[in-house]
């Protein structure tokens, strides 16, 4: 798109089907970079991937050539199958539906880093589940319980 020129930065935030932790530290930063290729080839810029084993999250730069639905469709679908040929998890392995979306300003990057790469501090005072709706409300986000992810 020749005179298009955009600075989008969003986070998206997904789970494991059923809330599992089926994300093992064996497989998980080689996850992570095949995730990261398929955002690569789709045009857009990873800037921090990280999770817990139960869930994930993405900060990435976009291209406004792709619709995020679309992006998260395909990041799904095509982890979940990867993960299944090799083989990672016993059964069959699959997101659960939906995701979380977030945007930032290129000011707020270097923190929503932090706060990715430091997933395993946070998650020893704050269930998946709570940091999912603090995020929904810091965003003014409204949502259906029913709809939420639900614990294990």
Do not use: C
């Not at 005179?3 to 093992?24: C, D, G, K, P």
């Not at 995020?68 to 997101?95: R, T």
């Not at 005072?125 to 409204?142: H, M, P, V």
Request: net charge positive.
């Amino acid at each position: 798109m020749a005179n298009t020129y955009t600075e989008i930065h969003i986070q998206t935030v997904f789970a494991v089907q059923n809330r599992e932790s089926l994300i093992r530290n064996a497989f998980k930063d080689e996850l992570y970079k095949y995730i990261t290729g398929i955002i690569q080839n789709n045009e857009h810029k990873v800037l921090q991937i990280n999770g817990m084993p139960d869930h994930i999250h993405i900060l990435f730069g976009m291209r406004p050539s792709q619709s995020l639905s679309d992006l998260m469709k395909q990041v799904k679908q095509d982890s979940s199958k990867w993960i299944n040929n090799k083989g990672f998890v016993n059964g069959k392995f699959s997101w659960q539906a939906g995701y979380g979306a977030f945007s930032y300003a290129k000011t707020q990057l270097p923190s929503v880093i932090r706060y990715i790469q430091n997933q395993e501090e946070h998650h020893k005072t704050l269930t998946f589940q709570e940091e999912y709706i603090n995020l929904l409300e810091a965003f003014n986000i409204k949502f259906d319980d029913r709809y939420i992810f639900k614990p294990i």
